[in-house]
C-alpha cells in the first residue's frame, strides 16, 4: 500500500525558514516523480514544486521561485522542501503527492500544516 | 506559464442529474489533462488521466473528454457521493491546477 506521511509543518515567523519531509513507502520510490503541492485555507490547489526519480529535472512555481529548494534523498525514500523567507502567504495544508503510470500525480499524503505568522 | 480556467465555479444538481464542467487551458495541452475529486479535509482523488482515461477503481459514470484546450468532466448519473469540489489540472508543462468546481446539492 502506497503511504505518503508528510512532517515539518508548524507556526513559524514571516522570514523564518522551515524543512518539510515526506516519508514515502510501498512502492519503489526512485522510479518516479514527486511534487509539493499545497492548499491555503478555504481555497484550491496550488503547484509548488516538482523533482524527476533522479532530480536531473526540478520545477518551482513562480511565487515560490527563489525561496523554496525541493530534493530527494532515495536512498532514505524521502522528499524534501526546504522553504526560506517565508510569507504570510505561504501558510496552507502542504501535500507531498507521488507520479503514477499516467504521468500525473496518483497518490497523496494527508498534509502537513504551514502556518506563517507573527 | 499555463493558466487553466473552469466553469462554472459552483454547482447545484440533484441525485441522479448529468453534470458537466468545462475546463479551459491558456494554451495547448494536447491530452495532459487530469480531474480530481476533493471532498472536505481529505486529500484530492485522482478521477481520470490523459484527458479521458478512467483512474483504476473509479466508477465508470465519470468520464473525461477534450484534446489541445478544452475539456469536459461529466458525471452521468450524479450520486450522494459525488457531492465535492473537482479541480482540473494540466501537466504538459509542470502543473497547474484550475480554480476548482463545487458540485452541491439543489
Known amino acids: 500500500e502506497v503511504q505518503l506521511v508528510e512532517s515539518g509543518g508548524g507556526l513559524v515567523q514571516p522570514g523564518r525558514s522551515l524543512r518539510l519531509s515526506c516519508a514515502a513507502s510501498?512502492?519503489?520510490?526512485?522510479?518516479?516523480?514527486m511534487h509539493w503541492v499545497r492548499q491555503a485555507p478555504g481555497k484550491g490547489l496550488e503547484w509548488v514544486s516538482g523533482i524527476s526519480w533522479n532530480s536531473g529535472s526540478i520545477g518551482y512555481a513562480d511565487s515560490v521561485k527563489g525561496r523554496f529548494t525541493i530534493s530527494r534523498d532515495n536512498a532514505k525514500n524521502s522528499l524534501y522542501l526546504q522553504m526560506n523567507s517565508l510569507r504570510a502567504e505561504d501558510t496552507a495544508l502542504y501535500y507531498c503527492a507521488k507520479v503514477g503510470v499516467g504521468a500525473t500525480v496518483d497518490y497523496w499524503g494527508q498534509g502537513t500544516l504551514v502556518t506563517v505568522s507573527s | 506559464d499555463i493558466q487553466m480556467t473552469q466553469s462554472p465555479s459552483t454547482l447545484s444538481a440533484s441525485v441522479g442529474d448529468r453534470v458537466t464542467i468545462t475546463c479551459r487551458a491558456s494554451?495547448?495541452?494536447?491530452?495532459?489533462l487530469a480531474w480530481y475529486q476533493q471532498k472536505p479535509g481529505k486529500a484530492p482523488k485522482l478521477l481520470i488521466y490523459k484527458a479521458s482515461s478512467l483512474e483504476s477503481g473509479v466508477p465508470s459514470r465519470f468520464s473525461g473528454s477534450g484534446s489541445g484546450t478544452e475539456f469536459t468532466l461529466t458525471i452521468s448519473s450524479l450520486q450522494p457521493d459525488d457531492f465535492a469540489t473537482y479541480y482540473c489540472?494540466?501537466?504538459?508543462?509542470?502543473?497547474?491546477f484550475g480554480p476548482g468546481t463545487k458540485v452541491d446539492i439543489k
Open positions: 494554451q495547448s495541452i494536447s491530452s495532459w
Open positions: 489540472q494540466q501537466y504538459n508543462s509542470w502543473f497547474t
Open positions: 510501498g512502492f519503489t520510490f526512485d522510479d518516479y516523480a
